[in-house]
C-alpha cells in the first residue's frame, strides 16, 4: 500500500511518532483510534447517540480485559456534551486476574447457549471452497453447547446504580424522573454512562435502561430531547433479551471494526528504517500484505510479526508467529460445521460463532471470519498458512503482472519480425493453448493474449535477453500463484525486480 493511500484512509489525522520499544500501550492506543475503522465504528456511536438514541454496546472479553474497551468508551465520551459517567463498583485491578481471565468478583456458571431465532443461520452449506473453514474449525463452539459465563458473587453492602446516579446529577430521589424533568424544561439530555462490566449487579443496568426508556415516553419528550444511556458490557453482562434492539436503544458489536487497510496504514506509519528501491520497496510490500493476511484482526500481533519476519519460507514466518502469539489459544480447540459466509457480513456476530467472538477467539475481517489469534497456523501438517500467503501475493502481485502484460502487448506491433512473420501469424501461434489446436477457431485478439502464449510466441519478436528473462519470469511467476502456490524468498526477489523495470529498459 502507498502512503498516499494511507493518507487518504485518515483524513485530518496525522501519522504518529515511532513508537519506540517498550513504550506504555497507552501510546499504541492512541493510534489505533486514529485508524480508519475504529473512526468509523465511533461515528456510527456517536451518529445514535447525538440522535437522541441510547446505545448498548458489546465488547468481546478480553477486549475489557485489556483495558482497551475502557480506553475507546472515553474516545467516544470525548466526543460528546453533558456526559455523565457513573463509577463502578469493580475496579480494573480487581475485574480481571489476568489481560484474559474471568472477573474476579463474579463467578463462572454453565449456561446453555440460546441461538436467536430470526438468524437464520444454518450449517446445511458446504464451504470446503473456504480457506478460512478449516482454519476456524476448532474455534467457534456450535449452537447449544455449554460455555463459560458470568454470574454475580455474593452480594455485599453498596450503593445501587440509580443511588450512584442520582449522586452524580446531584439530585434526591427518582434520578430517572429527575433526567425527565430537565429534559423538559429544556436543559441539553444528558449522556449517562454505565460500565457493566464494572457492576457487581449488571442487570441493574438493564432495568434502568427499560425504566428510562419508559419515563421519557411517558412524559411526551421528542426523541431528539431524550437523555441517552450509554451501556457498555461484554456479552454475558447483561440479560440475553437485551441482544437486540430495545425500543429506541440501539446495539453496537465491537465486530468488524478492524479492516485489512487499518492494518496497511499502521505499518506505513511504523516503516520499516532504512530506504529501499523499488524493488526492494515492492518486495517490502508483498511482506506486508501477508502479514495483514496472516494476522488478520490481531492488530496488535501484526507490527511484531512484521518487525521479526522479513520474507523467510513458511516454516519461519511458521516459527516467530508461534513466538509473537500469545502462548496458549483463546478458548478450547472445538470442532464446528461450516459456517455461512453471510456470517461475516451480518452485522453482529451469529448465533453460530457468538461465544467464540464474546471470548475473542474470531472476528468478520475483510469479509470473512476469521481467527483472532493464528495458532491454528502453527500446524506444519496443515495448509491454512500457505493459503494465507498465497492469497497476499496474489493480492499484491497479479495486478501488477496484468500491467505487465499489457505493457508488452502495446510494443509487440514493434517488435514483430516483419521480414518473416506478421501480426496474425503472432497471434495465432500465441493463442491460448485451450484453442491452439482447434482448426476453426477464431484468431484472437492481440489484447487477449495470455502471457503463456507470448511466451510460446516470442521467438516472432525481436526480444532481447533481459526482456525475454523478464516475459519467462512474469509467465512462471503467473502460473505459481494461479495454482495456489505462494512464491519463495527468491522468486519473490526476482519478480519484484522484474516488476519494477520497464520494458524498454533493455
Given amino acids: 500500500m502507498n502512503s498516499g493511500a494511507a493518507e487518504s484512509a485518515a483524513p485530518g489525522s496525522s501519522a504518529p511518532e515511532p513508537v519506540a520499544a517498550g513504550t506504555d500501550r497507552q501510546v499504541m492506543d492512541e493510534d489505533l483510534a486514529r485508524l480508519p475503522g475504529p473512526r468509523r465504528h465511533l ?32 474516545e467516544l465520551t470525548h466526543r460528546l456534551e453533558a456526559v455523565v459517567p457513573v463509577p463502578g463498583l469493580v475496579s480494573l485491578a480487581d475485574r ?81 424522573e429527575a433526567l425527565a424533568e430537565q429534559a423538559s424544561v429544556g436543559q441539553a439530555p444528558h449522556v449517562v ?41 461484554r456479552a ?34 511504523h516503516s520499516r528504517s532504512g530506504t529501499a528501491d523499488a524493488a526492494g520497496a515492492l518486495f517490502r510490500r508483498v511482506t506486508d500484505a501477508v502479514v495483514a493476511e496472516v494476522c488478520g484482526p490481531d492488530i496488535d500481533r501484526a507490527l511484531a510479526l512484521r518487525d521479526a519476519w522479513d520474507s523467510g519460507g513458511l516454516g519461519t514466518l511458521r516459527r516467530l508467529l508461534g513466538q509473537v502469539l500469545p502462548e496458549h489459544p483463546i478458548g478450547p480447540a472445538e470442532s464446528v460445521p461450516p459456517r455461512r459466509l453471510s456470517t461475516a457480513h ?36 496443515a495448509q491454512e498458512l500457505r493459503v494465507l500467503v498465497c492469497h497476499a501475493q496474489n493480492r499484491v502481485l497479479l495486478p501488477l503482472i496484468e500491467e505487465a502484460r499489457t505493457a508488452l502487448i502495446r510494443l509487440v506491433p514493434g517488435m514483430l519480425r ?35 502464449g507470448l511466451s510460446h510466441a516470442a521467438y516472432m519478436l525481436a526480444l532481447t535477453t533481459a526482456q525475454r528473462h523478464r516475459l519467462r519470469t512474469l509467465h512462471t511467476a503467473r502460473n505459481t500463484l494461479s495454482h495456489r502456490t505462494p512464491l519463495d524468498h527468491d522468486e519473490l526477489v526476482v519478480l519484484t525486480g522484474v516488476l519494477t523495470t520497464d520494458w524498454t529498459a533493455g
Fill in 43 to 74: 461515528d456510527v456511536l456517536e451518529a445514535d447517540l447525538r440522535a437522541g438514541r441510547s446505545c448498548v454496546w458489546y465488547f468481546p472479553d478480553p477486549v475489557v480485559g485489556s483495558g482497551r474497551a475502557d480506553f475507546f468508551v472515553r
Fill in 96 to 176: 480481571y486476574a489476568g489481560p484474559a481471565s474471568l472477573p474476579a468478583q463474579r463467578a463462572p456458571i454453565a449456561e446453555p447457549h440460546e441461538p436467536w431465532a430470526d438468524t437464520g443461520y444454518g450449517w446445511d452449506t458446504d464451504l470446503s471452497d473456504d480457506p478460512y473453514s478449516s482454519l476456524l474449525s476448532r474455534l467457534a463452539a456450535p449452537s447449544g453447547t455449554i460455555r463459560t459465563s458470568v454470574a454475580p458473587a455474593a452480594p455485599v453492602p453498596t450503593t445501587t446504580l440509580e443511588e450512584r446516579l442520582a449522586k452524580e446529577l446531584g439530585v434526591t430521589g427518582d434520578p430517572v
Fill in 193 to 233: 454512562v454505565v460500565r457493566c462490566w464494572d457492576e457487581t449487579f449488571p442487570e441493574e443496568a438493564a432495568r434502568l435502561l427499560r425504566v428510562a426508556q419508559a419515563t421519557f415516553h411517558e412524559a411526551g419528550l421528542p426523541g431528539y430531547a431524550w437523555p441517552r444511556l450509554l451501556l457498555t458490557a
Fill in 236 to 269: 454475558d453482562d447483561l440479560p440475553r433479551t437485551m441482544l437486540s434492539s430495545q425500543g429506541r436503544a440501539a446495539v453496537h458489536w465491537w465486530w468488524k471494526v478492524w479492516t485489512r487497510l487499518d492494518t496497511e496504514v499502521l505499518m506505513a506509519w
Fill in 346 to 381: 451480518a452485522s453482529t456476530p451469529g448465533a453460530e460463532i457468538h461465544d467464540a467472538w464474546a471470548r475473542g477467539a474470531v472476528d468478520s475481517w475483510d469479509g470473512r471470519i476469521h481467527s483472532v489469534h493464528g495458532h491454528s497456523l502453527l500446524d506444519s501438517n
Fill in 418 to 452: 516483419k521480414q518473416r512473420f506478421t501480426l496474425r501469424d503472432f497471434c495465432e501461434k500465441a493463442r491460448s493453448q485451450h484453442w491452439r489446436n482447434a482448426e476453426d477457431a477464431a484468431v484472437p485478439d492481440l489484447e487477449e493474449l495470455e502471457l503463456g
